[in-house]
Structures are given as structure tokens and as C-alpha cells.
């Protein structure tokens, strides 16, 4: 009787140690699909506000790229008097574009202002005037994107007036300062929308962190019981967290990027306001923000579990 006492308890401890197996073998598969399916949300809830900080990045450049092309656009002419040659405004042009604010410079001879007016009016000036061409030549300047307003047009316009034969310094006054006017304060608009998106982004990305680091509390709790130090505990998850933060930057790029070549499709003269440089700098943002961001959330998180008693686990 008593060996079939404890051939039965054998047997009903054998049972349990496969049961035990069974289950903690189904609890491990469980516990890694319910990990994968959080690192694939949190992947794709870090990269979607990645494209948030990417557009604004994005914005920011290319309305930088606006501002300067559309103020390399505002011409000034020079207006020449009549007994000035051509060979002489040649002249002038080769001494006129060594200046550091030329963009671009041009010269408009007085056949050519005389043959633009008859195709606009739709008959030839001259005939009004006894066959005299009624227009002097001129040189139209673009400046650089530095220059390009009142203030330096100011002692630019005095610098071309000391030239020979120059009658007038022309340029659209108004125009400039309402272009600079309104460049500035779009330029204000995108600098506070991107402070603003760089917090919000900031506390969404914290909030989907901690939530994986949560399902994970117990475990850092019995990691400290052991003895383990913070940096010990800490170093998987900051990696865990770089690893997340490089695969959303790069979803988020490839969003991006689908985004500006669906653009480019739509309007190919997008090429002289977005160029490689740009996409260069947004995606190199977009990666550093994922990484930084990523990593300091992993730290406070686990810092903020770390610094609990096990009694305080349960209450949260």
C-alpha cells in the first residue's frame, strides 16, 4: 500500500510539472505575441507622429526656400540715358556683376525695349515720334536674398548711381516690404507651430513608452529584488527603445517621401523650392528626433517604475 501511495504521488507530481510545463509554455507564447503586437504599435504610433515633426521640418525648409526665391525675383532696373552705347553698358555690367549682392544681371538694349513695347501695343512707338526709338536701354538686376530689401536697397541704389550716365534707380518699394512682411511673419507661424508639435509629439510618444514599459513593471521590480543596479535594468529597454525609434523614423520617411514625389508628379516645378538637400536634412531630423525622443521616454519611464514600492505596482 504504500509503495502505491507514493507510486500515485509520483504520478500526481509528474502531472503537475507537465501541467506547469504546458502552461508556462503557453504563457511564454502569449506573452511574446502580446510583445511583438505592442513594439508593432508602438512602431507605428511613434512614426505617425514622426510625420507630424517631418512636415514641419519639411515646411520649414522649403518656406525658407521660398522666401529667398521669391526676393531673388524682385528686379531693379537701371535706367540709362540716351547717348550711352552698348559698348559702355557692357562695361558696366562686367563692374556691376563683381558686387556680392548681384544675383543676376541682364541688359535690355534700346531695339530690344523698343520691339517689347510694339509687340504689346501692337504698333511701333516710333512712328510717333519721326521714326526716333523713344526708349534708352537699361540693366535689370535680381539681387541675393540678403539684399533683397529696403534697407540695403537704399545705399545699393546710391552705389549704381555713382556709375556714368545712370538717370534712375527703379524698384518696387511697396511690394518688397510686403513681401518681407508677410515672409516674417509666416516665418513666425511656422517657428510656433513647430515648438508646438515638438511637445505635443513629445508627450504622445511618452504616453505609448510607458504604456509598454507598464506591462513590463513587474519584471523590473523583480530584476531589483535581485540585486540588479538601474543601469542594468535600464540599459534593454533604452536599446529596446533606440531599435523603436529607427524603424518608425524610417516608416515615417518612406511616408514622407511618397508624399513628395506624389507632389513632384503634380507639380514638377516643385524642384526649384524642394531639392535633395531638404529631403537630406528632414529625413536626418526625423531619425535623431525618433532615437532622442524614444530614448529619453524609455528612461523616465523605467526611472518612474524603478523608484516604486511593490505595493505601488498594483495601484496603478
Known sequence: MHIVGANFVILQQNWVIIAYSIMKKRHTKSTRRSGRLQTVTLCISTALVLILLGLVVFFTLTGRNLSAYVKEN?????????????????????????????????????????KDAAKQMGADPSTFTDGVNPF?????????SDYANNDSL???SKELKKYPKVSDISYQKDLIEAVNR??????????????????????????????????????IHTMKLVGASWGFIRRPFVWSAVGVGVIAALLACVVLGCGIYALYQYEPEIVTL????????????????????TVICANISVNRFLRMKAGDLYKI
Open 74 to 114: 524682385l528686379q531693379v532696373t537701371m535706367m540709362l540715358e540716351q547717348d550711352m552705347t552698348d559698348n559702355e553698358a557692357q562695361t558696366i555690367m562686367r563692374s556691376i556683376a563683381q558686387r556680392p549682392y548681384i544675383k543676376t544681371i541682364h541688359f535690355i538694349s534700346k531695339e530690344s525695349a523698343l
Open 136 to 144: 534708352s536701354s537699361s540693366i535689370e538686376l535680381t539681387l541675393t
Open 154 to 156: 537704399v545705399w545699393i
Open 182 to 219: 508677410n515672409l516674417t511673419k509666416i516665418g513666425m507661424a511656422m517657428l510656433v507651430l513647430a515648438i508646438l508639435l515638438t511637445f505635443v509629439s513629445f508627450s504622445l510618444i511618452n504616453n505609448t513608452v510607458r504604456l509598454g514599459i507598464y506591462a513590463r513593471r513587474f519584471s
Open 274 to 293: 524642394v531639392t535633395w538637400r531638404e529631403m537630406l536634412i528632414t529625413g536626418l531630423s526625423v531619425l535623431l528626433c525618433g532615437i532622442v525622443i
